[in-house]
């Protein structure tokens, strides 16, 4: 088929008429879509599934709708079509966005809005930069013991539910967080039919394997992973630069970009000893300050000066993660720009944040490839 071929924005009313009338869940059962996970149509303050409206709406101008399965859904195919027909359509937020913490959900209901796997205790969303993971007591049978430490790290036993854990699937998708730019959100488990707990965003602190059994009483090794939980999305200041202890002289930049290269690439390595948070707060510094000696002063994004001088001296930045919602944590120099407050605001919340958050991410790789090539 060609898109092109709906043309009549009042097929697109009588689509939408019809699915208020049956009502959302009805609507898609009768023509055999699912709910939209990227992409949503805005009418009249109601909130509509893409897909299903174009299928529905190409049936009563043409004379019969299209199934699901007869075209691809997207930026690129339907979207462009009711733009042109003069309706608004935007793309679903990030899941941390749209979810609340300390409320109530169901899986059906994540796995209908996000997508996920129903069976698994980690879900990796194709379509987000997620990883749910839920912890809860019907793991204990086969050897789990999940629950918070006294410093406030989370511990979080991996998948697996026979044999010695691996690092596949859902563990890796834990461990590689950072690198694959994903978010770790955590659920609480609440037991049969009451459903699960948002609890929050997470960074992985490190992990280790410890001596367990499976549901046959078989010993075996297990995955636990040592979880930080994050306080927000945009909160994160940047700390002033540091000198060497040992002789009070400012450190260069270049020592201070191995430092947080190396503490970048350390998080998702087995934990020997110490304390998992504090090393996590470590590595994390020690990335900050790197970022804010590349700074110099100037937001990375608008490039004007820092809006005023903090107590100590240095310039008020603000930590961005470039390719993750949440602001705190050891990522990558590559990842992690020194902005403004109201760069931040407006990479987070502005109608053009996504095309600035670009620009900045071009920015930062350029300034990172420059400190390679020199």
């Given at each position: 088929m060609k898109f092109g071929e709906l043309t009549s924005r009042e097929a697109v009313l009588d689509a939408i008429s019809e699915c208020d009338g049956l009502g959302r869940d009805a609507f898609l059962a009768k023509y055999g879509y699912k709910r939209a996970r990227t992409y949503r149509l805005l009418h009249d303050g109601r909130i509509y599934d893409t897909k299903a409206i174009f299928g529905v709406a190409f049936g009563k101008q043409h004379g019969s709708p299209l199934r699901s399965r007869d075209f691809a859904g997207?930026?690129?195919?339907?979207?462009p079509v009711f733009k042109r027909l003069g309706f608004r359509v935007s793309e679903v937020r990030h899941?941390?966005?749209?979810?609340?913490?300390?409320?109530?959900y169901f899986r059906k209901d994540l796995l209908d809005q996000f997508g996920g796997q129903m069976q698994r205790g980690i879900w990796t969303p194709a379509e987000f930069a997620a990883v749910f993971i839920f912890s809860g007591k019907s793991g204990e049978k086969y050897g789990y013991r999940d629950g918070w430490t006294e410093d406030g790290v989370f511990r979080y036993t991996g998948e697996g539910q026979t044999g010695d854990m691996t690092f596949t699937t859902g563990n890796a998708a834990i461990r590689d967080h950072r690198e694959n730019n994903e978010d770790i959100l955590l659920f609480e488990d609440l037991g049969k039919?009451?459903?699960?707990?948002y609890v929050g965003l997470f960074d992985i602190a490190g992990w280790e394997y410890v001596d367990g059994i499976d549901e046959g009483n078989n010993p075996r090794k297990l995955i636990v992973f040592s979880l930080v939980p994050l306080a927000g999305t945009i909160h994160s200041l940047i700390e002033p630069s540091i000198t060497d202890r040992s002789t009070g002289s400012k450190i260069s930049l270049g020592d201070l970009r191995l430092a947080a290269y190396s503490a970048a690439n350390a998080g998702k390595s087995q934990l020997k000893s110490g304390n998992a948070l504090t090393s996590w707060r470590e590595r994390s510094a020690t990335v900050r300050k790197y970022v804010l000696e590349r700074?110099?002063?100037?937001?990375?994004?608008?490039?004007q000066a820092a809006p005023f001088i903090k107590k100590d001296g240095s310039?008020?930045?603000?930590?961005?993660?470039i390719k993750r919602l949440a602001d705190d944590g050891p990522d990558h120099p590559e990842s992690v720009a020194a902005i403004c407050p109201n760069c931040h605001r407006r990479i987070h919340a502005g109608e053009d944040g996504e095309a600035w958050n670009k620009m900045v991410q071009k920015k930062i790789l350029a300034k990172e490839k420059r400190s390679v090539d020199t």
């Open positions: 997207g930026a690129a195919t339907v979207v899941p941390a966005e749209e979810l609340n913490v300390g409320a109530t039919a009451k459903g699960v707990r700074a110099k002063g100037f937001c990375e994004a608008c490039e310039g008020y930045l603000e930590a961005h993660h």
